[in-house]
């Protein structure tokens, strides 16, 4: 348990310099953000470091951000130390007109599925990718649903017009 | 290569030397509704192809507009064998969103409930395992003790499958003298239905002729398809989030972590057993705990946070302060504090993770589930390839795929 926040922030910064940015702990857990066409450097650093040793892939996924301009897209990776128990994120901006970024399925096979659920929600395209197929929607869907320009009914709406029930 | 002299096919037909067959998406042997499309050489696997999202009812997209207490139920759907584990998973995530403190007497009340779903789900999966090897009986013997499961849930929230049990903060009411009495009948009786259940099983020459070396996974590969829970354990993998990331007070209790070393079926067998024996010993444990709590103490079954914890019905009607809360939470009208968090339950299936990221309005901004299910069986094209069609469907229910935590 010796492994801290401040250790990986160190050897990171070490390695990469300021190309990683946003540096934050949202309920101790490290965060950070790296440039789109480093993450795979990133992953290998912190999988082939002998003293980080982030080896297992714990979650893949996107999340969108329309109003930023650029980089809509962001791809969040959450890491796992098993030996130290460590967990840490990262995070990669993409540009939704331009969604690419490298595939993580070389050095981990479970990102298999979770980049294409991730595709087949928000449309990231992964480079590299063996087989980026929809994995939970029809293969027929031209669109991806996940992003915020589909919005469902709103449920909490404050425009309660209705003198009945409110909605 | 077989001679084909003697077979004429038809003009522009395509020869081809393996049989397409479809398992799935609605077969029996499945367990779920998931199709594999295997393509087979006389009765060896050569080539599995799974689809998945049969059930998809995009919980992630309905999430997003849904006020934190109404996205429990979402949660009971996903591994619907033990739905209370999610349900808590969901209360502990917004709980640490939030900030809140439950007694102790919530957390311990919790265990009882996880643990008991725990079994309710390995004892599905291990009697199921022995109804694809041939063994009926062993599953109607330890069916009627879901029941007996059930009705301690229905005794607590009411419902028995999809549970909605608890509250953020705690239940929802506390435990009846009814549910305890369950409860004690149940710590009675199941033991000695389990040990029988072994013994049919364990040491049973064909059973372990069906399931030794039957669908194996080495640890390295089992840690780079992202296993958890038993499946990763069987392969040798010491990981378990009750150990590693205590919540709801799991470092109180004293219980072990079993492990196999082969990754086949026997070992996933073996270890789902001995957790259901670990969590009968942890449920004793917390049972004894919660006794001790005494007089007013006894009474504590939710944490003080009136701005999610719904208040009694009597102080809606008479407490002013009360009403307001009532229809704000009922309305879905309360702020959530901006955040980023990652919580992770030990579901039965694996880590159960959940990602949810608020920005501060009335429903998430983004919720991400973390299906153990769905991650770890990408690997099962790997390791069925080669075996037959009956090993195969033996290493399906023995990973124990649940169709709704595949499909989210």
């Known amino acids: 348990m010796s492994l801290t926040n401040e250790i990986i922030k160190q050897r990171l910064v070490e390695k990469f310099g300021d190309q990683l940015t946003d540096w934050v702990e949202p309920y101790g857990m490290l965060t950070f953000t790296a440039p789109k066409d480093q993450n795979l450097k990133v992953l290998q650093f912190l999988f082939d470091d002998a003293e980080l040793r982030f080896q297992f892939l714990t979650d893949l996924q996107a999340v969108h951000y329309p109003a930023k301009k650029g980089e809509e897209l962001a791809v969040v990776y959450h890491l796992h130390n098993l030996v130290d128990n460590v967990r840490i994120r990262f995070k990669v901006f993409a540009d939704i007109t331009k969604p690419d970024v490298f595939s993580a399925t070389a050095l981990y096979q479970s990102a298999n599925w979770m980049e294409r659920e991730t595709y087949d929600f928000f449309g990231v395209n992964f480079l590299g990718h063996p087989n980026l197929i929809r994995v939970l929607n029809v293969d027929e869907m031209d669109y991806f649903p996940m992003r915020k320009e589909f919005p469902m009914e709103e449920q909490t709406r404050v425009d309660k017009d209705d003198a009945m029930f409110g909605r | ?408």
């Not at chain 2, 998931?34 to 050569?46: A, S, V």
């Open chain 2, 1 to 408: 290569m077989q001679s084909t002299e003697h077979i004429v096919l038809p003009e522009g037909s395509l020869e081809k030397l393996t049989t397409t067959l479809n398992l799935g998406p609605t077969h029996p042997a499945t367990h779920g509704v998931f199709q594999n499309i295997l393509e087979m050489d006389g009765e060896r696997i050569q080539k599995a192809t799974s689809t998945v999202g049969y059930i998809h009812r995009a919980f992630e997209k309905i999430a997003e507009r849904r006020p934190l207490y109404q996205i429990t139920p979402l949660t009971d759907r996903l591994n619907y064998c033990s739905s209370p584990i999610n349900n808590m998973g969901w209360h502990l995530t917004c709980e640490k969103l939030l900030g809140v403190e439950t007694p102790k007497r919530v957390d311990y009340l919790r265990i009882i409930i996880m643990e008991l779903a725990r079994i309710s789900d390995h004892l599905i999966c291990n009697s199921i395992v022995g109804v694809d090897s041939g063994a009926f009986s062993g599953f109607l013997y330890l069916m009627q003790y879901r029941e007996l499961i059930y009705e301690i849930y229905e005794e607590v929230c009411g419902s028995r499958l999809t549970t909605n049990i608890g509250r953020i903060g705690g239940f929802e009411r506390n435990f009846t003298n009814a549910a305890f009495e369950k409860l004690e009948r149940f710590l009675k009786e199941y033991p000695v239905q389990l040990k029988e259940f072994e013994n049919l099983f364990l040491r049973n020459r064909i059973f372990m002729g069906r399931t030794i070396g039957c669908g194996p996974i080495s640890a390295e590969r089992a840690l780079n398809y992202g296993f958890t829970g038993p499946n990763l354990r069987a392969a040798g993998v010491d990981y378990d989030v009750r150990v590693h990331t205590p919540y709801s007070s799991y470092q109180d209790f004293d219980f072990t972590v079993p492990v196999g070393t082969t990754g086949d079926c026997y070992d996933r067998f073996l270890v789902r057993g001995e957790e259901m024996w670990q969590s009968l010993s942890i449920i004793n444990q917390a049972y004894k705990k919660v006794q001790e709590f005494k007089g007013t103490e006894a009474d504590i079954f939710h944490a003080d946070v009136p701005a999610y914890y719904l208040p009694e019905k009597k102080d809606v009607y008479t407490k002013m302060e009360a009403l307001i809360y009532h229809f704000k939470i009922i309305m879905g009208e309360t702020e959530i504090p901006a955040g980023e968090v990652y919580t992770s339950v030990e579901g039965a299936n694996g880590e159960l993770g959940f990602y949810l990221i608020s920005d501060g309005g009335r429903t998430p901004y983004r919720l991400h589930f973390r299906r153990p299910c769905f991650i770890y069986y990408q690997a099962y094209p790997e390791i069925t390839k080669g075996s037959m069609l009956s090993d195969a469907i033996i290493t399906m229910s023995s990973l124990n795929l649940i169709a709704g935590e595949l499909d989210a």
